[in-house]
């Protein structure tokens, strides 16, 4: 999919499509403050990258989003566990957990806010809330998948427990885990412009709502573009992590175009 011909075709298609939208917002006399054609969106693009503010607020949203990434990663993965591996903290626990859940995150943003301020603490936290259920709910199905003959084969030869974990169950999860971490990020990114939105001194989330007051709906686009952009490139990056972890998962094979070996058993 990535040889010079694939690459080219996706190019033109970018282009035909910005030609469009050019051509139909100047003949049909769309107003800018409805939708801006794409030139004044690459303009204000350049003008914001160029004098440095959409960098400054980029790096703040894009630590935010690390962070939150990382922390509710972190308590989802732990918490996955005890409620996987011990019926006793599942029967107790995972009710609250799915009703806290439930709660939609714009409405417990300004309670977040409040609490922890309108500096990065606040985004980092909204982050971690919107990013923890995915990863939670994938770490249980995943440890939860190995196969119970294994398991008791395993048992028969005398392992403990913690070796059982290590050596059957978390390897079965991994593709779970590795396709919830995927999710994850994504909704970080989100949690973090939530909090940006609702309260905060610095990020492209806040810049969006200044230009909302504003009407400058052609920086909006421009702020936009770059989140797309950027939610990409930290899928990608989750991507290639989850390549070089399981190299010898039958879906990575396929996705990377490898030929399966002939003779091959499990």
Do not use: C
């Amino acid at each position: 999919m990535r040889n010079p011909r694939n690459v080219a075709l996706g190019i033109v298609l970018f282009v035909i499509i910005m030609g469009v939208w050019e051509a139909g917002v100047r003949l049909l006399a769309v107003p800018m403050f409805i939708l801006p054609a794409p030139s004044a969106v690459f303009v204000a693009l350049y003008r914001g990258v160029s004098s440095g503010l959409y960098i400054t607020h980029l790096k703040i949203t894009f630590i935010a989003t690390v962070l939150g990434f990382a922390l509710g990663s972190a308590l989802a993965f732990a918490l996955g566990i005890a409620i996987a591996l011990n019926r006793t903290v599942e029967y107790y626990l995972y009710p609250y957990v799915v009703m806290f859940q439930s709660l939609p995150k714009i409405a417990l943003a300004p309670l977040v806010v409040v609490w922890f301020g309108l500096g990065l603490p606040s985004k980092v936290i909204n982050a971690a809330l919107v990013a923890f259920f995915p990863l939670m709910v994938n770490t249980i199905v995943g440890l939860r998948s190995a196969e119970e003959d294994r398991v008791n084969l395993m048992r028969s030869l005398k392992a403990i427990e913690g070796q059982i974990f290590w050596m059957l169950r978390l390897p079965s999860a991994l593709p779970f885990i590795m396709a919830g971490l995927e999710v994850a990020m994504v909704f970080a990114l989100i949690g973090a412009i939530v909090a940006e939105f609702i309260g905060a001194e610095a990020g492209l989330g806040m810049l969006i709502q200044s230009m909302n007051f504003t009407m400058d709906v052609s920086g909006q686009f421009s702020v936009l573009l770059i989140l797309s952009v950027v939610g990409l490139i930290l899928n990608r990056a989750i991507v290639a992590i989850r390549r070089r972890v399981l190299f010898w998962d039958v879906s990575v094979k396929a996705n990377s175009g490898a030929a399966p070996i002939k003779g091959e058993s499990v």
